[in-house]
């Protein structure tokens, strides 16, 4: 259960979301048939000795929703409050949502990241404050809202993906709502300087992307990058989130260009790896496998990745100074802990 009271979200989440938080992916045994704890466990050990303050429990898989709780369940446990464990508000529709939200907090999790059902077609700015409203106030967790292309609103909404206004209003009216990761309008950084200058003394801003965040943490105070696939660079991205926060520019800078040689091959496989407005969990798996995370099965429906891309990602790793796993690319469909 989280330690904070409906009322404290936003001044827990001022005083405990400080540092980088990645994602990790659920993992299953050979047959598929059940979720794999002991790998599940390994993963959140090796975010928290790569110095992540917490993880995303990802749900955009084949993963029912009683699994899921207790993959939550498993990561609360390893954890044992070393990592903020956040659950991802990504299920079918807006009852499965409630139900879903319910479940993680009574596992454990500590935060929430919001985000829209594929079926969820609103017309209206008035449709997603509902939606939004609803979800957060079945729960007394923190909240982080998500404007983001993702998921079709620019089209007929506004687009920033979710205007100001709107936010403003939610924020208002939801007290849990305690963060914004604010991708409105990717990939334009609008977004989040213009959080920044609105709601910055109120919810923490977000800044996900490394890229943007190495710069814009020289200049803006940045207190919180959640959630996105940092474990691709192993322990850096919380290195350089804390030169940011120390204000040391220049060691910030040097793990920005080292990084470079990687963020491109990631940015030149973006349009082939992450098609249909909907993100590869597959690669995001492989990326973490190559720094030492599990890796392994994930259920069909499931993206794929193929030869060329996972030659890529980890060449882009080899000429960034890494040592990226040279292990056969088959042990990635194994899987580090199979069982």
Known sequence: MARYKLGEAREWAREKLVGVVNCTIPSFTTDLKRINERAIRHDVRLAISHGFIGTLGVSEISITLPEYLDFLRIMVDEAAGRLIVTHHASWNNLEQN????RGAESAGAEFVLLSYPPNFYPESEQDIFDYTKAVCDATNLAVMLFPMFLWGF????HPSDIPTRLIRRLIDDCPNIAAIKAEGGFPSIQSVIECERLFGKEVVISMPIEGELIPLGQIMNIQLSA????EYYGPMIPKAFNHL??????????????????RKVKAALAPVLHGGAFLNRQAWKFQGWLQGYNGGPLRQPTQRIHDPQMHALRKGLIDAGFEPSMDPFREFFVGRNPA
């Open 98 to 101: 409630i139900e879903a939200i």
């Open 154 to 157: 620019s089209s007929r909404i």
């Open 245 to 262: 926060r120390n204000g040391e520019y220049e060691d910030a800078t040097r793990i920005y260009w080292r990084l470079h040689p990687a």
């Open 227 to 230: 959630t996105s696939d940092h």
